[in-house]
């Protein structure tokens, strides 16, 4: 007899630690609402997964903020603080996972704290600059700089080495701002100054 494969076993190989309620609808292939959430309650039941907030729920327990981050808003990346912290542009430590979206919105789970900034359309929906690890997206060293300067008029960078200039400037004509472009320009002068 051929092995089935279970939902778990369906979720596991998925690769994701995080999921929503429509993760889980497309991953186990039940289209019937009532069906979904009886199966959702019976592995929450058996501790096989983890309520996180409404609608969305973790397997195992190597996720991460970031993981939930991106479930808690489908449609956001992480960046601003969050992502000049990892990529070492910014040395200060922020717990508050911040990430931009389509809606301003704060959330507070479990004491984690996640603030997402609200862009236009035209800017959030551009691909350049995003990486997307299968688990979340993250905007890259360029893209940051590019959201920080957007969102923050006067931020600052402890650390410019290893930008790519060209790319910056590409990614700074997206938003459409004077402002953000005269900003931009004056960081490319002080990195070509610094090399």
């Given at each position: 007899?051929?092995?089935?494969?279970?939902?778990?076993?369906?979720?596991?190989?998925?690769?994701?630690?995080?999921?929503?309620?429509e993760?889980?609808?497309?991953?186990?292939?039940?289209?019937?609402?009532?069906?979904?959430?009886?199966?959702?309650?019976?592995?929450?039941?058996?501790?096989?997964?983890?309520?996180i907030?409404?609608?969305?729920?973790?397997?195992?327990?190597?996720?991460?903020?970031?993981?939930?981050?991106?479930?808690?808003?489908?449609?956001?990346?992480?960046?601003?603080?969050?992502?000049?912290?990892?990529?070492?542009?910014?040395?200060?430590?922020?717990?508050?996972?911040?990430?931009?979206?389509?809606?301003?919105?704060?959330?507070?789970?479990?004491?984690?704290?996640?603030?997402?900034?609200?862009?236009?359309?035209?800017?959030?929906?551009?691909?350049?600059?995003?990486?997307?690890?299968?688990?979340?997206?993250?905007?890259d060293?360029?893209?940051?700089?590019?959201?920080?300067?957007?969102?923050?008029?006067?931020?600052?960078?402890?650390?410019?080495?290893?930008?790519?200039?060209?790319?910056?400037?590409?990614?700074?004509?997206?938003y459409?701002?004077?402002r953000?472009?005269?900003?931009?320009?004056?960081?490319?002068?002080?990195?070509?100054?610094?090399?």
């Amino acid at each position: 007899m051929e092995h089935q494969i279970t939902n778990i076993e369906r979720l596991v190989t998925s690769g994701k630690k995080v999921v929503t309620i429509e993760d889980l609808a497309v991953l186990w292939k039940i289209p019937e609402r009532r069906k979904l959430i009886e199966r959702i309650k019976y592995y929450l039941r058996e501790k096989r997964l983890l309520h996180i907030s409404k609608g969305v729920y973790a397997y195992g327990q190597d996720y991460t903020p970031l993981d939930i981050a991106q479930k808690l808003v489908p449609l956001s990346y992480i960046s601003l603080y969050t992502a000049s912290q990892m990529h070492g542009l910014t040395f200060q430590y922020y717990e508050t996972i911040y990430a931009i979206s389509l809606r301003s919105k704060t959330y507070t789970i479990d004491g984690q704290q996640y603030v997402y900034h609200k862009v236009k359309e035209t800017i959030f929906y551009s691909q350049l600059g995003l990486i997307d690890n299968g688990r979340y997206i993250m905007a890259d060293k360029e893209r940051t700089i590019c959201d920080c300067l957007y969102v923050f008029s006067s931020f600052y960078f402890d650390n410019l080495l290893g930008i790519d200039t060209e790319k910056l400037s590409l990614i700074s004509k997206i938003y459409g701002n004077k402002r953000l472009e005269k900003e931009v320009n004056k960081l490319i002068k002080i990195i070509h100054a610094q090399k």
